[in-house]
């Protein structure tokens, strides 16, 4: 259970909140022209993106992370290594759709913060897809248990999510339509059950 600044001590309570709040906090990044303002594919950018979602609800919003944390029998990168492997996502190419998706793989195996990685880091790669190939996912043609098992083995063998995305791509990249769509389907992809902390 993460401490948190609404004072919820039940975790279906407080994934409820997260959820709510958050979304809340996802369409005033789309509304306001905040996305806009940000560098894509920077990890400063999804840091911004991370700490508008989060920060009425945890202290640690927009922070990197100074727990180890696994999913299953995966474990993230260390945090000894992990300010070293976010500034080496910084330096890759993103001129490509596989460029992109293969530093889209790398932030995730980073997997930053404590929580709500996957939500941030999939409106980041919207973002660096909107910037530099004028397109974005649908992510309601994307099937969960697909996309979850391709992110599962994506650090060996990539070529399924970008399969999977590549197929989900549209040009709606201005659509408020099309940017709640995402919003809506990033809770449907968390799986809150299966990840562990190991505190330093």
Not at 158 to 180: G, P, Q, S, W, Y
Request: proline share 2%; hydrophobic share 40%; net charge negative.
């Amino acid at each position: 259970m993460l401490e948190n600044k609404l004072g919820i001590t039940n975790s279906l309570e407080l994934a409820k909140a997260e959820e709510r709040i958050s979304k809340k906090k996802a369409v005033e990044l789309f509304e306001k022209g905040i996305l806009d303002k940000l560098e894509a594919g920077r990890f400063a950018a999804l840091q911004a993106i991370h700490k508008h979602l989060f920060e009425e609800i945890y202290e640690f919003a927009g922070e990197i992370r100074d727990v180890n944390i696994a999913k299953g029998t995966f474990r993230f990168a260390p945090v000894m290594y992990l300010e070293a492997a976010l500034a080496n996502i910084d330096k890759m190419p993103q001129s490509t759709f596989d460029e992109i998706i293969e530093k889209y793989v790398e932030m995730n195996i980073a997997h930053p913060f404590r929580e709500g990685n996957g939500r941030a880091t999939r409106i980041w790669l919207d973002c660096i897809l909107k910037k530099e190939i004028g397109r974005v996912v649908d992510w309601s043609r994307v099937d969960k248990e697909d996309y979850l098992l391709a992110m599962e083995r994506s650090p060996i063998r990539d070529i399924e999510i970008k399969h999977i995305l590549k197929n989900a791509l549209t040009d709606k990249v201005f659509d408020r339509e099309m940017f709640m769509k995402g919003i809506d389907h990033s809770y449907y992809y968390e799986d809150y059950t299966t990840f562990k902390t190991e505190d330093l």
